[in-house]
Each structure stands twice: as C-alpha cells, then as structure tokens.
C-alpha cells in the first residue's frame, strides 16, 4: 500500500545518512531498520520503559515516540557511539566490572540516560542516580550493581584527564 | 472495574420499562451505535464508534438480555473487540418506582484487554459519561413521547 | 505495534499551521512533544488521518513575564520550564509541579501546551493551570480567543478546544507577594500519572491566613478546584483535608480505590498547605 514517506537527512553519532521513510516510521525503528544500529533496543513503545533512550542534541529522549522525520535538523547519538570493544567507554567500563547488567536489553538506555545525567551531575549521590533512572526499567538486576557501576564511572570520570 | 450510578427518568415506570425493552429505541441512545441486529429473542450483534478526544474505536460485538424481570430489573452481558483490544461488561438497571418518575440504579462490572488496558484508569470515567449520555437521551425520549 | 498511516505536514508558521488544521479539521491531530500523542498511535488507540506538526514554530518558542503573567508558547519544553530560573522566582507552583512531569526524557520532548491539551485527569500541569488562574491562548483562521483554565478541562482527555484550533500560548498569574505554593502527590512509582495530587497556595498577612488556593488532579475527570475547601482552609488546615474527603468523587480502578483517593486527598490537603504556609512566611525556601 503506498503511504507517505519522505526523505530526510539524519545527523547520527557524528555521520550524516540519506533515508527515505514512511512518516509514521519511529526514529527508533528508522535506527535500527534503516541504519543498522540495533543497539537502540524496543522494550514497550510506549515511552515507560527507557531500553529506547537515545540523545538528542545531547538530551536524552525516547526514541521510539520520535517519528524519524523530526530528528532531520538535529544530532542523534546512540550508545554505539560511546566507546569500542577495544576502547570502552568508562560507562561500559564500570558495568562490565560492576556486572551493571544481566540479559543487557535495557543496558543501551540506561548507559546514555548516565552520560547525560553525569554530564549535568559529575558527583552524584545514589539517591540521585537512583531518581535520575527512574526512567529505566531493569527486569533482570534489582539496580544495585547498576547503581554501583553508575557511581564508580563517575568517579573515574571525574579523574583529571579521563 | 465495578461502577455504579443513579438516574432519574422523567415517566413513570412502566413506560420507562416500554422504552427499555425496545431494542430500537435502545441503539438510538447508546452512543456510538452504527448497527444492532437480533440474532436471537435476547441476543444482538452490535457495531459501535465510540471514544474520548483522540481515542476511537470501532468495536464490533454481541450483547445478551441475561435477566429480564419486568418492570424493575434488566441485565445485559455486552463483549466487543476492535482493533485495539477488547471490553467485557455486565450490567445491570433496577427501576424504582417514583411515581411520575422512576429512579433507575444502574451498576456495572467493566473488563478491558489488548492496548485498551493502558487506559485502565480511565474506564469507570468513561463508562459513567457514556451511562450519562445514554439515560439523558432516554429521557429525552420519554419526555417527548 | 506500529503507527498506522498518516500524513504529515510540518508547518514553519503559525499561519500555516492553522490552516492545515482548518482543512482537515477532527481528522488532524497536533504533535507538539508526542509524549502522550505517539504511544496512542504506537498502540493504534488514535488514527487520525493528518498529524501537524508543531515543532518547526520557532515564533512559539519563548517564556517570559509580561505585565504580570508568565506566558509559556506551545513549543517550550517542560524542562526548560524545570530549569528556569524565573519561573521558580515568579510561579515557584509551576517549577515544582513539572518535576513530577514523568522522567526527565519526557520532559526533554513534552511542552506544557502539550500537557493542557492532552487533559489526562492525574496529570499535574492541568492542576496548576485551574489552581492558579490560568489563562489559554487558542489561534484558528477566525482568530486569537483566551480561554480560561477553568472552562479549559472540559472532561477526561477532552477540553474546549475546537477540532480547527492550536493552543498557542498558555499564560500563568504571578501572585504577590505574602503567596506560598506547594506541590504533592502520591504515586506508586517515581514519575507515574498522580493517584492524588494537590496544588496548593496559601496567602498570609501578619502570620494569619488570608486565602488559599487548592487544585486536585486524579480525582475526578478534570482537575477540582473547590471553594468550600479553600475557605476551611483559611480557618483549619485539617478541616479542609476532611471538607475535600466528604465532597471529591473520584474513580477507583486497579490503581487505587475511591476511597484510598480520598484519603489521599484528605492527607495531601494538609501537607500541601503546611508546606505553602511555611514558604509564604519565609520558613522554607520553594523548591
């Protein structure tokens, strides 16, 4: 059936790309379908879960109540962009050796709401991570390692240099 | 969901009972009927568009005259599926003699499933503006009769 | 599940966007920050033919105070509202109510214009907007017309809006001096919609209350204002919390019972009021 599409330039972890989308196709499905970055993962569609998560301009926003169409103009950032399995970002970091996470579906959300909110927040308590992720749902850890691999990338992030 | 509420119909009661089991005068004042058809003596298949604001649905469905004890009680059974999920009601009206009047108790057990259960909260709101609109156009009725 | 099929206009002008909305009329639904809007479509609960989208209207991206109100375009996200200094100077209600606005993802895409019009019955900002007075700007081909809040809410997820209209600017009274305001709710999560909330503003003069404002969200189908509870108020606090039991109806459903509102109601009417007493007279800071 033909629908409405449109072709727009997305602006995404610092590459420009061309793709032509129905409108009613979520910038989520768009990064995933579209560009391959399968990291931005679906947990409810309905904006409550986080798994979503991506920046925009730097902000995090839930990806999947985005259509793509609107992200043309503006800069998306994905959790690939935040490190290399040779060179992890202290993020990554902290929660491979902080075991942050268990199945990891709703790691990518969680991992780019902290870079924004570290951002902001360099020394947070952990009642401030723990509010600061209200917006992320994990099924499978019960939070505290995420809270403690949260805490401690902070702290490394905050060393001079890092 | 269980939701109740009271109305006063402006005609005594067995002119409100007349109006009751009328099935046509029915499907006029539920709001959003498209269609009503007997399959049955207590059996119909209904078509109805309702919804608040941006939220609208056709649902397609059966109801079923489970209790029948004229003048004073009528129950229904009503199940309806779109493409949005699907609601399950019983319900039940008490007519009261009033005199020229007739006080109708109604009270009603709604169930919602598939996507419509996001908006869980919202069903007894919607449900006694629906009661609502219906009783004001049985009135309407009975008053211009 | 995925939207259905729709068309899309994003307009640049105020004018345009109007006129798509005339055309098109009850088919065509605004998209401001989509946190409400999208997942109705992702679960196909709304399938409107048109969505106009109101994202490229930079002419509705401002927030500023004029002549005593602060007015708050359609395109302003409910984070900078969170982040502004002068809305917590000049309406301290409004900052702390948007905090309860979801998680800060949403509130980095949801606009306060957006949350009016949706109208969803516990949300916070609609209670701000009847607590305080405040007033709606709605543009259509005919014209600019001011609602006020309290006509705005005209029932669950509906207002007075008409099908041809844009709500372009909503604007919020600074009160003087001597107003403490507070905001409190009670959910069962962190940034869930409120089982009960409560916006309260209370005037004092010579330590002694003069008046007060109350604002209930989650217990009925718009937000409550009652004026016999606010003029207890000004007598006892605890006896407006016992006025607002005896005379909200809300719903109960899976999330809570009628009466657990109402006890919620009657507990949030007296913390809502002892915290605005305490910051009307200097006691503790707004939030």
């Known amino acids: ?162 | 969901m269980r939701i109740e509420g009271t109305h006063t119909l402006h005609a005594p009661r067995d002119r409100v009972w007349a109006l009751l089991d009328d099935p046509q005068s029915l499907a006029r004042c539920t709001p959003g009927m498209q269609e009503l058809r007997p399959l049955g003596p207590e059996e119909f298949e209904a078509v109805l568009s309702i919804g608040i604001a941006a939220v609208r649905g056709t649902y397609k469905g059966k109801l079923r005259i489970t209790e029948r004890t004229p003048p004073e009680r009528y129950a229904v059974q009503v199940e309806g599926t779109s493409g949005a999920g699907f609601v399950r009601a019983v319900g039940l009206l008490e007519l009261v003699d009033r005199g020229p009047q007739t006080e109708v108790r109604w009270s009603g057990d709604v169930q919602v499933g598939g996507a419509l259960t996001i908006g869980s909260r919202m069903i007894p709101g919607i449900a006694r503006m629906l009661a609502g609109q219906f009783f004001q156009c049985l009135d309407e009725q009975l008053r211009n009769a | 599940m995925k939207p259905p099929v729709f068309e899309y206009c994003d307009p640049t002008t105020v004018e345009e966007a109007v006129d798509c909305l005339a055309e098109r009329g009850e088919a065509a639904k605004v998209l401001a920050g989509g946190q409400s809007l999208l997942p109705l479509l992702n679960l196909r609960l709304a399938r409107p033919d048109c969505l106009v989208d109101i994202n490229r209207l930079d002419e509705l991206d401002y927030l500023h105070e004029e002549a005593g109100w602060l007015r708050v375009g359609a395109r302003v996200r409910q984070r900078r509202v969170e982040e502004s200094e002068e809305v917590a100077r000049r309406v301290p209600l409004l900052a702390e109510a948007v905090r309860y606005v979801g998680h800060p993802q949403i509130r980095n895409r949801g606009t306060v214009c957006g949350s009016l019009a949706h109208a969803d019955p516990a949300a916070e900002l609609p209670g701000v907007a009847v607590a305080l007075g405040a007033r709606l700007l709605v543009r259509s081909r005919l014209g600019t017309r001011e609602i006020p809040a309290e006509q705005f809410f005209t029932g669950q997820l509906t207002t007075a809006l008409r099908p041809d209209e844009l709500l372009v600017e909503a604007q919020f009274p600074v009160f003087p001096a001597g107003w403490g305001w507070a905001f409190v709710e009670v959910t069962n999560r962190h940034g869930d919609y409120a089982l009960c909330g409560v916006a309260a503003g209370v005037y004092v003069e010579d330590r002694r209350v003069r008046d007060v404002r109350l604002a209930y969200v989650g217990a009925g189908p718009t937000p409550v204002r009652l004026r016999e509870v606010e003029l207890a108020a000004v007598e006892d606090f605890r006896v407006a919390g016992e006025e607002a039991r005896a005379r909200l109806s809300p719903d109960g459903d899976l999330h809570a019972s009628a009466e657990f509102r109402r006890h919620l109601a009657a507990v949030l009417t007296g913390r809502a009021l002892r915290r605005a007493f305490e910051r009307a007279t200097g006691g503790e800071p707004h939030a």
């Open chain 1, 1 to 162: 059936m033909r629908e409405p599409t449109r072709t727009v330039q997305l602006l995404v972890n610092g590459r420009t790309h061309t793709v032509t989308v129905p409108v009613r196709k979520t910038l989520a499905d768009t990064l995933r379908e579209d560009l391959g970055l399968t990291g931005t993962h679906l947990g409810c569609e309905q904006g409550v879960c986080g798994a979503c998560t991506v920046l925009l301009d730097g902000q995090p926003v839930r990806s999947c109540l985005l259509l793509a169409v609107q992200a043309a103009g503006h800069e998306v950032t994905t959790v690939e962009a935040l490190g290399t399995p040779d060179r992890l970002h202290p993020l990554q970091q902290a929660f491979w050796e902080h075991h942050g996470l268990q199945c990891g579906f709703c790691t990518p959300g969680i991992l780019i709401s902290l870079v924004a909110f570290l951002r902001e927040r360099p020394s947070p308590t952990r009642e401030e991570i723990r509010e600061a992720l209200a917006g992320n749902l994990c099924r499978c850890t019960g939070y505290q390692n995420i809270v403690r691999a949260a805490e401690a990338a902070a702290a490394w992030m905050r060393e001079p240099g890092r």
